[in-house]
């Protein structure tokens, strides 16, 4: 059967559609997860060192920062509860620049950073199997994206 040239546009317009969501999810996944793993990333300049738990509230965990460096140690600086398992562990940090808010480095601190990214390609696999029809491309970004959900959630 042949097709109509208003169908092909109808599939072309669809194709394009499911392309800009799918897009749209990774750059916003990127976008959220570079706010943290700049720092992990970016490390040149930045004040490195070691945080001890000494309190959780609701959202944040506090404790003294001792730097590994020339940098001044701070007796409290901040970091997300999410990433700071109990109180009483020591692990290391890197200050974010201007602020008491710390970030963890290592392999943990790098894949929690990229939490938002992972989350964004499990979604977008639905987009690009189910959306724009190519199921291989699709079970392979959502694999990618919950493989490093899993890395994520071990190594914390």
């Excluded at 965990?61 to 020591?90: H, W």
């Excluded at 894949?111 to 499990?122: I, Q, R, S, T």
């Amino acid at each position: 059967m042949k097709r109509s040239s208003s169908h092909r546009a109808l599939v072309y317009a669809r194709n394009a559609a499911m392309g800009c969501v799918v897009l749209l999810l990774l750059v916003a996944g990127v976008l959220s997860s570079w706010d943290e793993a700049q720092h992990i990333v970016l490390t040149k300049g930045r004040e490195h060192g070691t945080m001890s738990v000494t309190g959780c509230g609701a959202d944040v965990c506090t404790g003294p920062f001792t730097p590994s460096g020339p940098a001044a140690a701070r007796t409290r600086v901040t970091i997300e509860k999410s990433v700071a398992a109990r109180r009483g562990e020591r692990f290391p940090v890197v200050v974010k620049p201007g602020t008491d808010d710390v970030v963890r480095t290592g392999t943990p601190g790098f894949l929690h950073a990229w939490v938002p990214l992972g989350g964004a390609l499990l979604l977008a696999g639905l987009v690009i199997g189910g959306g724009l029809r190519l199921p291989r491309t699709g079970w392979g970004t959502a694999i990618a994206g919950t493989a490093l959900l899993v890395a994520t959630f071990i190594a914390l």
